[in-house]
């Protein structure tokens, strides 16, 4: 593994040299243990339990490099940016726009000017997972601050655009809902040009009490390129946290969601949609842990794979010692469109107490020959059957967004790359 | 209008239909009776070009046409419509967009533009009404979560806005209560007409008490063994269809 991680290494090695905050010796030591990380495993590899299904390996021979020039982007086809929201701008992986100041209620600061006051947020390098890669590199992000009793009127989006070959770029941002605060996040993943690219986006919430958190992630990435991401939630008591997840393109996607039900109250819905041809490889892993009694969490994740591509759920649910009265319940419904299409799907439990309510369901199947043939004995074709009972599926995913404009712009990409033409239809 | 001659049907290795001949003409309510899987539903999907049956021998015409090989779409733009025994539910679509993209397919193959939405609204509620069913129905998800009363209206809906020359009703009073039955044969019956043609599939005689049939066919086995009047449907109602079976088997 270290020669074949090594270019990585030799990157940080450069990378490292160019960095002021170096000064920092938590930091320093934080990425130290990532490089010891990396020089051991290397990248989250199949000989890991939670990496079966996905190998990172596969990227230690790429010479993806960090960007250093980016020429001026051009934003004008970009969706969303239009809309009355707070937005963020990444360009190759570089902060590119930011909100000026806003009002006191709330801030949204580039990561690398605040590392003191989220010192304490940013957690240890544990088990390997993609944290020792984006620890590594750790420079560009967010620190958004939701003050206590703060309820954002707009949105905050969040695009992230690349538009370069063979590069690197490894995001963290922190999001800190206070106490009794609402906030709705988008997060935009888009390329221009098939480029290949890998990039890692790390998201770390800290829900205070009472509060509402929703993020709705879209990852539209090149068709070359790999993403993994990885969400953090530490959830307080009677805090709300909703996560909406659409996987439309990219060549290989892998999303890690891992919430932390602390407190009486605390609740999660975690709603996840892919659609997938071609060879595309998704990979969700949900991890709820639920801490403290009186929690509950909601998962529905849907999936849809044609061509040769391969779609993974994998669903831990895990409820501590004494933590009583837990409610969790999550489904994973697949189809898939083709005999060469793949889905792998698992629900986790481990339960630890005994006053819980958890359920579970997962499913694979092809489109219902009922369903198809009721419709076409009204007169629609087969090709149209078939989109009608795909996009019905879909909808229930998509429907679980509130917010209209981005519920209407999810549904047209969702229903475009899920048109079937005729050949693939047929 | 429809003329099957001598069908014969298998599902695997299984034969279901074993010489089936029927003449159908406009105008007309036929009445298959028959007992449980003495084949009536095969030959409502078979009329309807369901998949997961194989004719091995006989012939199915439409308006003087071979039908055999259209697609089930391809017939029921052409005017045959089938009223299912068990409607499909479907999640994530609702009864109004079916409805219409229904009614635009058979517009299209018929050489027409596709409804004007305003048309469509107006059409849709004139029926709904006629068919005392609530206009939310419109907005659900096809058939999800209705009750057994509702689903066999918005079967009748489904045919009331599309129009057919030949109508299917498979089992259609089959899990309805007495007013829902009424409401349902007056849909039914409202839809009568010298062009239209429809064949009741049914296990009981219930439904032609509403519904008076020109011919009822008993389909035994396989096979049409007794054709007659509507007082054929109220003599099995009587004798029950042992008394038919013994019948044949007397005089054959």
Redesign the interface.
């Known amino acids: 593994m270290i020669e074949l991680a090594s270019s990585y290494i030799d990157h940080y090695k450069s990378f490292s040299n160019e960095r002021e905050e170096t000064k920092l010796p938590w930091l320093n030591n934080l990425r130290q243990d990532a490089l010891l990380q990396l020089q051991k495993v290397g990248l989250p590899n199949s000989h890991l339990e939670d990496w079966k299904y996905t190998d990172l390996s596969i990227l230690h021979n790429h010479e993806f490099s960090l960007p250093c020039h980016t020429e001026e982007p051009d934003l004008s086809n970009i969706e969303l940016l239009n809309e009355d929201f707070y937005h963020i701008v990444f360009v190759n992986g570089k902060l590119h726009h930011i909100p000026d100041e806003i009002n006191s209620s709330f801030t949204i600061k580039p990561l690398n000017q605040c590392y003191s006051s989220i010192k304490n947020l940013i957690s240890p390098i544990t088990q390997p997972s993609i944290r020792a890669i984006n620890t590594l590199f750790m420079d560009q992000g967010v620190v958004i601050d939701i003050k206590e009793g703060t309820i954002l009127e707009k949105p905050i989006h969040l695009v992230y655009l690349t538009t370069e070959n063979q590069i690197m770029s490894h995001l963290r941002n922190v999001i800190l809902s206070g106490k009794n605060s609402q906030c709705q996040i988008i997060e935009n993943h888009i390329a221009q040009n098939n480029h290949a690219y890998f990039s890692t986006v790390i998201t770390d919430i800290h829900s205070a009490e009472n509060s509402l958190t929703a993020l709705f992630k879209v990852t539209r990435e090149s068709e070359n390129s790999y993403h993994v991401s990885q969400n953090n939630v530490i959830q307080a008591a009677n805090s709300q946290f909703d996560y909406h997840s659409f996987d439309l393109s990219g060549k290989l996607i892998r999303h890690d969601i891992n919430s932390e039900l602390n407190g009486a109250g605390a609740n999660c819905n975690l709603y996840g949609l892919f659609a997938l041809d071609g060879k595309q490889h998704v990979d969700t892993h949900s991890r709820v842990a639920h801490n403290h009694s009186h929690t509950y969490s909601n998962e529905i994740f849907k999936g849809i794979a044609d061509g040769r591509s391969k779609g993974i759920f994998n669903g831990k649910v895990i409820v501590k010692q004494d933590a009583q009265q837990i409610n969790a319940a999550q489904q994973s419904k697949n189809i898939l469109l083709s005999n060469r299409a793949e889905i792998d799907t698992k629900p986790e439990l481990e339960i630890y107490a005994d006053d819980v309510k958890c359920s579970h369901g997962a499913t694979v199947g092809n489109l219902?020959?009922?369903?198809l043939?009721?419709?076409?004995?009204?007169?629609?074709?087969?090709t149209?059957?078939k989109n009608?009972?795909i996009?019905?599926?879909?909808?229930?995913i998509v429907n679980t967004i509130d917010l209209e404009i981005l519920r209407k712009n999810i549904n047209a990409h969702v229903v475009e790359k899920l048109n079937l033409t005729g050949r693939r239809a047929s | 209008m429809l003329e099957i001659k001598d069908l014969h049907v298998k599902v695997g290795e299984k034969p279901i239909l074993k010489g089936i001949n029927i003449q159908v003409q406009p105008g007309e309510i036929h009445a298959i009776m028959g007992p449980n899987g003495s084949g009536k539903s095969t030959l409502g999907n078979i009329i309807s070009g369901r998949g997961g049956y194989e004719i091995t021998d006989g012939t199915i015409y439409f308006e003087g046409k071979d039908i055999h090989e259209d697609l089930p779409e391809q017939r029921a733009r052409n005017g045959i419509f089938l009223a299912f025994q068990y409607p499909v539910e479907i999640p994530g679509v609702t009864n109004i967009y079916m409805l219409k993209a229904a009614l635009n397919a058979k517009r299209r193959a018929q050489g027409l533009d596709e409804i004007d939405a305003m048309d469509f609204i107006t059409l849709v509620k004139d029926k709904l009404k006629a068919l005392k069913m609530d206009e939310s129905l419109l907005y659900r998800d096809i058939n999800s979560g209705f009750s057994g009363g509702e689903k066999k209206r918005n079967e009748i809906l489904q045919m009331a806005i599309l129009e057919p020359k030949l109508a299917i009703l498979d089992e259609t009073d089959s899990g309805l209560d007495i007013d829902a039955l009424r409401t349902v044969s007056d849909g039914i019956n409202a839809l009568r007409s010298p062009k239209r043609a429809m064949i009741l599939v049914t296990h009981y005689q219930r439904l032609l008490d509403y519904i008076k049939p020109d011919f009822v066919h008993v389909l035994s086995k396989g096979k049409i063994i007794k054709s007659g009047d509507h007082s054929l449907a109220l003599e099995l109602e009587k004798s029950g269809y042992e008394w038919i079976n013994d019948e044949t088997t007397q005089s054959s």
């Open positions: 219902n020959e009922d369903s043939f009721y419709l076409q004995s009204r007169g629609v074709d087969l149209a059957a009608m009972l996009h019905g599926f879909a909808k229930e």
